[in-house]
């Protein structure tokens, strides 16, 4: 009896100092941090405040959260706007599922977690997104831009295009990927508008967030995803963790026909993410409680904090790789040593369960059989796909080989150069030939009218867009 007393003067303690924590630091009103307290948060081993937000998916209204407008890194939860951008797409006719995108040298240079294809290799964009929601490739997603967008900076221009759209006031893109760029920021409000954007628009898609593991070869990839196949109901969305970040996670869950999204961002292991991700959830299940509107959150000045100290500092190098590819079957040790046994509670103990067996979906290098249609890669600027910068990363295509001008100066001191009438007659014969030949015509690809996309409303119905 008094461990339970003392135990709940504990966490009312905590809720305490992190009511007057938020203040001082004047990230709310006093009285509007009163207002939004709906339940004790949930400890954690680290000094910096972060942020989480808890949404009711059909209202877009927010069950909980904690300073989620304010600005953060996202690190790879950033290719769920690369998703985003790709599908919309497709939507609009620009490529297909099966359109194979090349692999290029910028893209094989990229730092893991990656695929390793060789440059000039060829995935479909189907392929691509399942290896990019699995795996977290950063050089597929590079791989990705390029085929849609031409380049990564104009895949940047949509990314943005896509957040202004959507209502994402805190997020700026730089690439595909969310690798460290002190101007690539987003926040946990606007992570979770994306998720629901990616829910509502693109239902048919909605089995890319939930897949446990793909076969390449002979190679099976389990996903970085600690919900899926622990949480019960849990049926997607993307991890992301760099030492500027921390660990954080878009999930969402559904139970008895309620979808939520728990964003969290900032946690200091993969494990510890996944337990914060699941009390969240226990939490907003157990009750129908929703407050306001997520778009209507206001923003929290200020710049995003650099996890780096409090996450990766006590890290070896070999550490903070395995973190990054975030393998949940080799353990990640904690900033102050080995990871403690779980403490008491559903989170916890959901974290702490072994990886659970996944029936492994099937993928594969190059293009769909049978296909044949444009092949997607660099290209200058608002051109269709189909039209490609170069044909192989490491050789710049050439149209015609270059023929010597007859009347040209031998490089040999000296010499002179042998023409006459004769030779003359032969050389003029060749080249008229020559000109006459023209190149097979290539035919243009007709460019798809591009549809406007049109923004998500969240509605105060309990009733999906």
Not at 7 to 27: D, E, I, K, W, Y
Not at 91 to 98: K, S, V
Not at 352 to 367: D, H, K, Q, T
Not at 387 to 412: F, G, N, Q, T
């Amino acid at each position: 009896m008094m461990n339970s007393i003392s135990g709940l003067g504990r966490n009312r303690l905590l809720s305490t100092v992190l009511c007057l924590q938020v203040c001082a630091f004047g990230l709310v009103e006093p009285a509007a941090a009163a207002k939004k307290s709906i339940a004790a948060p949930i400890s954690r081993p680290h000094h910096t405040l972060t942020p989480y937000l808890v949404m009711d998916v059909a209202s877009g209204r927010i069950i909980e959260e904690r300073i989620a407008s304010h600005v953060w890194y996202p690190a790879s939860v950033t290719k769920l706007m690369t998703v985003f951008v790709a599908l919309e797409a497709v939507r609009q006719g620009r490529l297909t599922m099966d359109t194979p995108l090349v692999v290029t040298a910028r893209a094989a240079q990229m730092k893991p977690s990656k695929m390793g294809f060789p440059p000039g290799a060829q995935v479909t964009l189907d392929n691509a997104l399942k290896m990019l929601m699995v795996k977290s490739a950063n050089d597929i997603a590079v791989t990705v831009a390029e085929g849609v967008s031409g380049s990564v900076e104009a895949f940047a221009d949509e990314m943005n295009q896509a957040a202004a759209t959507l209502g994402m006031r805190e997020s700026h893109f730089i690439n595909p990927n969310g690798l460290p760029d002190p101007n690539h920021v987003s926040s946990a409000r606007d992570m979770a508008i994306l998720g629901r954007a990616l829910l509502l628009r693109f239902p048919e898609h909605a089995d890319l967030f939930n897949i446990g593991a793909f076969r390449l070869g002979d190679k099976i990839v389990p996903t970085h995803n600690g919900m899926i196949g622990r949480y019960p109901g849990a049926d997607g969305m993307k991890t992301g963790f760099t030492c500027p970040a921390g660990f954080n996670l878009v999930a969402s869950a559904t139970r008895e026909g309620r979808k939520v999204i728990v964003v969290v961002m900032g946690d200091v292991s993969a494990r510890q993410r996944t337990a914060h991700a699941a009390d969240l959830f226990d939490r907003a299940f157990s009750s129908s409680r929703v407050g306001d509107l997520a778009a209507d959150l206001p923003p929290i000045v200020g710049a995003p904090p650099d996890m780096k100290p409090e996450v990766c500092t006590r890290r070896s190098k070999a550490s903070q790789i395995e973190a990054e590819t975030e393998d949940l079957s080799v353990p990640i040790n904690t900033p102050d040593g080995p990871a403690s046994a779980p403490q008491p509670g559903n989170g916890a103990l959901i974290a702490a369960l072994p990886r659970p067996a996944y029936e492994p979906i099937s993928v594969f290098l190059g293009p769909a059989p049978g296909y044949q249609g444009p092949v997607a890669g660099p290209r200058p600027p608002n051109s269709p796909i189909g039209v490609i910068a170069y044909a192989s990363p490491e050789k710049a295509a050439i149209s015609a080989p270059l023929h010597p001008d007859p009347k040209a100066l031998s490089m040999r001191r000296g010499a002179k150069p042998k023409h006459d009438a004769k030779s003359a007659s032969k050389s003029d014969t060749k080249h008229t030939a020559q000109k006459s030949v023209k190149p097979a015509p290539v035919k243009a690809t007709k460019k798809a009218t591009e549809t406007k996309m049109q923004p998500i409303k969240p509605s105060g119905k309990a009733a999906i867009n």
